[in-house]
């Protein structure tokens, strides 16, 4: 599971078809032994709460196991063995790999070296096809349907790669607007906007939230993407661009979602709210995951 646009419409409802019957085992209502034996890879590279930490729940509800580092300071990496030999030891270790790294295509180089499954959980300004999904669960779940959405997606546009994902997602469903709303700067990339173009999406970049709140069904906002500002000033002339606030959000028939973490673009005032879905978002990451585990080791037996 490198890219989102790998994928066709019919595997993304059979994974979220999948996640919604394993939520009795994702909150801990039943137990599964459906990956017992199974050990999955961890390479991560770059820092992650959410992600890690909802791969790990994962396996270990379907009664498998993790292995793995989280920083490349704790591997031999940092002795100067090189991406490609680590991940050739994964391989003799484990039946799936999850890797996240600042690099573009790094997934994409290892699982074409390595013969168990890979999944990206984050590849630079790039992808983040698993978050997508759980995104776009989230979204079914609240709203009913994924079809005829008006969405916001608010924030770094640029660097923001679950932006770029939920994007190309975007494009396999009917009837949906897209909003980019951003600062002149951090513009959704042009590969993106030209992907969107073979699609039914419409968009339209807009540069504030307040012109769009009443036509829109998601408000899914991201933090700036500070690791990726080659020249921090850039980045703090930008920084707090956007806020949503309860204030923002009153009278108005909106969720909001957000990846996390957060910086200061929501304002704590919306956590107690009906609007705030994000940290819902963040709980059905496992469900989510939990399924693509499923669906990727037990069709790939080693
Ligand atoms: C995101 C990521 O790593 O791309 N976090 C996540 O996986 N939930 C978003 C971010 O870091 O801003």
């Known amino acids: 599971m490198i890219s989102i646009k790998d994928l066709e419409r019919k595997d993304v409802e059979y994974i979220l078809d999948e ?8 909150q801990s209502k039943e137990v599964s032994d459906e990956l017992k034996g199974k050990i999955l890879g961890l390479m991560f590279f770059e820092p992650s709460t959410r ?59 290892i699982s074409d070296i390595v013969n168990i499954p890979v999944i990206n959980a984050g590849d ?18 609240e709203i009913g349907e994924i079809d005829n959405l008006n969405i916001a997606l ?33 513009r959704m990339p042009q590969e993106i906007l030209i992907d969107l173009n073979d699609t039914n999406v419409e968009y339209e970049e807009v540069d504030n939230i307040e012109s769009i709140i009443d036509k829109v069904d998601v408000l899914y906002v991201t933090r700036i993407q500070k690791e990726r500002f080659g020249d921090i000033d850039d980045y703090l002339k930008i920084k707090g661009a956007y806020i949503v606030n309860k204030k923002l959000l009153k009278g108005k028939d909106v969720i909001v ?5 957060r910086i200061d673009e929501i304002d704590t005032d919306v956590d107690n709210t009906k609007y705030n879905k994000y940290f819902t978002q963040a709980a059905n990451a496992v469900p989510v995951r939990m399924a693509i585990l499923k669906t990727l080791i037990k069709n790939n037996p080693k």
């Open 257 to 261: 979602m957000h990846p996390l973490p």
């Open 154 to 186: 608010i924030g770094d546009l640029k660097f923001g790669r679950t932006v770029h994902s939920l994007s190309n997602a975007l494009g396999l469903f009917k009837n949906i607007k897209i909003y980019l709303v951003s600062p002149p700067e951090l």
């Open 19 to 26: 996640a919604s019957k394993l939520e009795n085992i994702a």
């Open 124 to 141: 630079g300004a790039g992808q983040h096809p698993t978050q997508t999904l759980l995104d776009l669960y989230t979204i079914k779940k």
């Open 51 to 109: 992600t890690k930490m909802s791969f790990e729940t994962s396996m270990k509800r379907l009664n498998g196991e993790c292995i793995g580092f989280e920083n490349s300071g704790s591997s031999s990496v940092s002795k100067g063995e090189s991406i490609a030999d680590t991940a050739k030891m994964f391989e003799g270790y484990c039946d799936a790999l999850v890797i996240r790294h600042e690099y573009e295509g790094v997934s994409k180089f």
